[in-house]
């Protein structure tokens, strides 16, 4: 049995920070401008003031006219502004949860509903440093609270980037909130790259002495190492990061790792990229690592590499199945400049050995890529798998495809549905990767929950489900034959 730990609360001034960011600009037009953000243009940004601690502010009541459903997907954030990067998490009485990245103004904000996603209401948001972005959300009930646990990226400079923590209690937003530092003062060697950390937990495994963990990779001399901390005392002070790539073979290419918590197994995994050997070159692979025992530094085994292919596999999820030695890990494959594939490989035996990798049914001869995956929690449940797909139709513009296997059955893949409904995901290529998690409130037919980033003009964050669910409006948006009826 772990050890438990109480964690300490800090409390900090409340003061809000507001801004609006042009919404009729092009899409190439808003990515340039918000990515990378100069020093001297976020401290113009705050008006001429020192560069501060983290800012917070809280939103409206539930019932804002503003936020609600007005597509077949429901439009989670404000019209008024500029955001996405969506980052969704479930509470188990059905509460959902997305963070967004507010472009430009260097903010985060989490919004949440409480009615299966028709309706959205702006929870907290947060400015630290001169700009915070690329958030990534995880929620756990620990004793009496309910907390929601955000990692991001602090921008301080072009050559400077931190890794923080921010947590608040989804009860009481406005009293019960704490940042924390991960990683300090990461020095950065190309402006252009970014910091895209995950985060997980071991709720509801564990509903006490709750753990959270946390993977990220960074521009190193020649290649990017794959980091891993974890919290035990719910956000309130993270482990020293641990280097868990597993050597330092030379790579230009950036690695995104994706981290995800087992429940049969007490496991933590995480998959990355670098390069392996194919039989004949070192190209970029997938590899995934195991931790046996909820984290611990002393626990990691050596990485396995999953693929051995002459492409450039990259950007991989990983989920892990509740109640078998089941791992699933899905990526991007790049067949030819024009043309990527989403494949997936599995293990039944825990991650030491993996199914030959095979490309999920919708492929195309056009772009496929930036999968995420989520798995029930709960018995004899799905693995669920939402990516992007380029659509030739749409100008500047892809479609959100979403398919599913059974835990019992990993390679068995559903027929793949556009589940976007008209409202197409963006084609930047700083912001194409939708989120999704389970409906801890629903069956697993109907768990499925996700998150994107659309372009209308103006980026904002869309939100659709698998729940039966009839909307004011008339549209089934929610149900899954609504889905099907846009299948590719």
């Given at each position: 049995?772990?050890?438990?730990?109480?964690?300490?609360?800090?409390?900090?001034?409340?003061?809000?920070?507001?801004?609006?960011?042009?919404?009729?600009?092009?899409?190439?037009?808003?990515?340039?401008?918000?990515?990378?953000?100069?020093?001297?243009?976020?401290?113009?940004?705050?008006?001429?003031?020192?560069?501060?601690?983290?800012?917070?502010?809280?939103?409206?009541?539930?019932?804002?006219?503003?936020?609600?459903?007005?597509?077949?997907?429901?439009?989670?954030?404000?019209?008024?502004?500029?955001?996405?990067?969506?980052?969704?998490?479930?509470?188990?009485?059905?509460?959902?949860?997305?963070?967004?990245?507010?472009?430009?103004?260097?903010?985060?904000?989490?919004?949440?509903?409480?009615?299966?996603?028709?309706?959205?209401?702006?929870?907290?948001?947060?400015?630290?440093?001169?700009?915070?972005?690329?958030?990534?959300?995880?929620?756990?009930e620990n004793g009496g609270d309910r907390w929601l646990v955000l990692v991001y990226e602090l921008v301080t400079s072009d050559t400077d980037r931190s890794?923080?923590?921010?947590?608040?209690?989804?009860?009481?937003?406005?009293?019960?909130?704490?940042?924390?530092?991960?990683?300090?003062?990461?020095?950065?060697?190309?402006?252009?790259?970014?910091?895209?950390?995950?985060?997980?937990?071991?709720?509801?495994?564990?509903?006490?002495?709750?753990?959270?963990?946390?993977?990220?990779?960074?521009?190193?001399?020649?290649?990017?190492?794959?980091?891993?901390?974890?919290?035990?005392?719910?956000?309130?002070?993270?482990?020293?990061?641990?280097?868990?790539?597993?050597?330092?073979?030379?790579?230009?290419?950036?690695?995104?790792?994706?981290?995800?918590?087992?429940?049969?197994?007490n496991d933590v995994y995480v998959a990355f990229s670098k390069p392996g050997w194919t039989g004949s070159d070192w190209t970029p692979q997938i590899w995934?690592?195991?931790?046996?025992?909820?984290?611990?530094?002393?626990?990691?085994?050596?990485?396995?590499?999953?693929?051995?292919?002459?492409?450039?596999?990259?950007?991989?999820?990983?989920?892990?199945?509740?109640?078998?030695?089941?791992?699933?890990?899905?990526?991007?494959?790049?067949?030819?400049?024009?043309?990527?594939?989403?494949?997936?490989?599995?293990?039944?035996?825990?991650?030491?050995?993996?199914?030959?990798?095979?490309?999920?049914?919708?492929?195309?001869?056009?772009?496929?890529?930036?999968?995420?995956?989520?798995?029930?929690?709960?018995?004899?449940?799905?693995?669920?798998?939402?990516?992007?797909?380029?659509?030739?139709?749409?100008?500047?513009?892809?479609?959100?495809?979403?398919?599913?296997?059974?835990?019992?059955?990993?390679?068995?893949?559903?027929?793949?549905?556009?589940?976007?409904?008209?409202?197409?995901?963006?084609?930047?290529?700083?912001?194409?990767?939708?989120?999704?998690?389970?409906?801890?409130?629903?069956?697993?037919?109907?768990?499925?929950?996700?998150?994107?980033?659309?372009?209308?003009?103006?980026?904002?964050?869309?939100?659709?489900?698998?729940?039966?669910?009839?909307?004011?409006?008339?549209?089934?948006?929610?149900?899954?034959?609504?889905?099907?009826?846009?299948?590719?």
């Open positions: 049995m772990r050890k438990r730990f109480i964690g300490i609360l800090g409390l900090i001034a409340v003061v809000s920070f507001g801004g609006v960011v042009d919404a009729v600009e092009s899409e190439e037009e808003v990515a340039a401008r918000a990515r990378p953000v100069a020093l001297d243009q976020a401290v113009s940004q705050l008006a001429g003031a020192a560069i501060p601690g983290p800012v917070v502010d809280f939103g409206p009541p539930e019932n804002d006219p503003s936020l609600k459903w007005t597509t077949p997907d429901s439009l989670v954030t404000n019209p008024a502004e500029t955001e996405g990067t969506p980052a969704v998490a479930s509470a188990p009485s059905g509460e959902l949860f997305v963070a967004v990245d507010q472009f430009g103004a260097g903010r985060i904000l989490i919004y949440h509903s409480i009615d299966g996603g028709q309706n959205w209401s702006w929870l907290a948001s947060f400015i630290d440093g001169t700009n915070s972005r690329n958030p990534a959300l995880a929620y756990a890794l923080k923590s921010f947590r608040v209690n989804a009860d009481d937003p406005q009293n019960d909130f704490l940042f924390a530092g991960i990683a300090d003062s990461i020095v950065w060697t190309n402006p252009g790259t970014e910091l895209h950390p995950q985060i997980t937990c071991d709720f509801p495994d564990f509903t006490s002495g709750v753990y959270f963990y946390v993977t990220y990779a960074i521009p190193s001399i020649d290649y990017y190492p794959v980091f891993f901390s974890r919290s035990t005392d719910q956000g309130g002070v993270w482990s020293t990061p641990l280097n868990i790539t597993g050597g330092s073979e030379n790579t230009a290419f950036e690695s995104r790792p994706e981290i995800a918590y087992s429940a049969h197994r995934v690592t195991d931790n046996t025992s909820w984290g611990g530094p002393s626990s990691w085994l050596a990485p396995v590499q999953v693929t051995s292919s002459s492409r450039d596999d990259m950007n991989p999820s990983v989920a892990a199945a509740w109640d078998s030695d089941t791992v699933m890990v899905a990526w991007t494959s790049v067949y030819t400049p024009d043309d990527n594939d989403v494949q997936t490989s599995y293990s039944t035996v825990g991650g030491t050995a993996w199914s030959f990798p095979v490309a999920l049914p919708s492929w195309t001869f056009d772009y496929e890529d930036s999968v995420d995956l989520a798995v029930s929690q709960a018995a004899s449940g799905r693995f669920h798998a939402v990516y992007r797909h380029d659509d030739p139709a749409i100008t500047s513009g892809s479609d959100i495809w979403y398919t599913w296997a059974d835990v019992s059955t990993p390679g068995s893949w559903s027929s793949p549905l556009d589940v976007d409904e008209g409202s197409n995901a963006s084609g930047s290529a700083f912001y194409p990767r939708p989120s999704i998690c389970v409906d801890l409130s629903q069956a697993p037919a109907y768990e499925a929950a996700l998150s994107w980033t659309t372009y209308t003009p103006g980026y904002r964050a869309l939100f659709d489900s698998a729940v039966e669910l009839i909307f004011a409006d008339g549209f089934e948006s929610g149900n899954v034959s609504a889905w099907s009826a846009s299948s590719p």
